[in-house]
């Protein structure tokens, strides 16, 4: 049985790895699940031994705590398989893809396009017990808003201008209440067309984030 290593937080639900785990088990896959990545955690990992291929989807940000450029370039180089989709694995895929790295993923793409640059765009508040998200980062805001344009729900105006309003709001403060305040005060009845998606139930429809991240977890393990 291969074995496959996942740090993984916020960008998936419980629900989700649980469905994942029994797909690549069906696939002769068994699923490691772990937290979101800290400094030295791949490094610890392939002391401990060969641990297959590995998909960073999370981890932790800051400058004390974040996977390093470094300890990436030290782990491909022991023959570790390193997969990232999501968050902090497509800022460090796209970082370290000439060193041996591989991403994939709409978000991938865009950091990889250069369309987006900031690390902030896939920050986001969450739940420190359940990982649940707590505010809505901005690059799914930026799929939503892609996918309705060229839908023709809105329109490329009022589009850019949801996103801008967007990303005024700190991602600490990102909350779906707050921004249906927003679009309301400044888009009127355009934001109509944005606010239902806000709704409990359907924030995860359209988690871009967390669509990467089932995409990736299918592809690496066989599922």
Not at 15 to 38: F, K, M, Q
Not at 147 to 176: I, Q, W
């Amino acid at each position: 049985m291969t074995n496959t290593t996942v740090f993984v937080g916020p960008s998936l639900r419980l629900a989700d790895i649980d469905t994942l785990r029994e797909h690549a088990r069906a696939n002769g896959a068994e699923l490691d699940v772990r937290p979101p990545a800290c400094r030295g955690d791949l490094v610890d990992l392939g002391d401990a031994g060969s641990p297959g291929t590995v998909l960073l989807l999370d981890g932790e940000f800051g400058q004390n705590l974040a996977v390093s450029i470094a300890e990436v370039r030290a782990v491909l180089e022991t023959g570790m398989r390193l997969h990232g989709a999501s968050s902090m694995g497509v800022l460090r895929a796209v970082e370290c893809r000439t060193l041996g790295m591989t991403g994939s993923g709409w978000v991938y793409e865009r950091y990889l396009s250069e369309e987006v640059d900031s690390d902030a765009e896939v920050a986001l508040m969450f739940d420190p017990c359940t990982y649940e998200p707590v505010t809505i980062p901005l690059i799914n805001i930026r799929w939503l808003i892609a996918e309705k344009v060229r839908a023709g729900e809105v329109s490329p105006h009022c589009g850019a201008t949801a996103l801008r309003l967007a990303a005024e709001v700190n991602f600490r403060d990102r909350r779906p209440s707050r921004l249906a305040s927003v679009w309301r005060a400044h888009l009127g009845a355009e934001a109509g067309a944005l606010e239902p998606d806000l709704a409990d139930g359907n924030l995860d429809r359209w988690d871009r984030k967390r669509l990467d991240g089932i995409e990736a977890l299918r592809a690496v393990t066989g599922a």
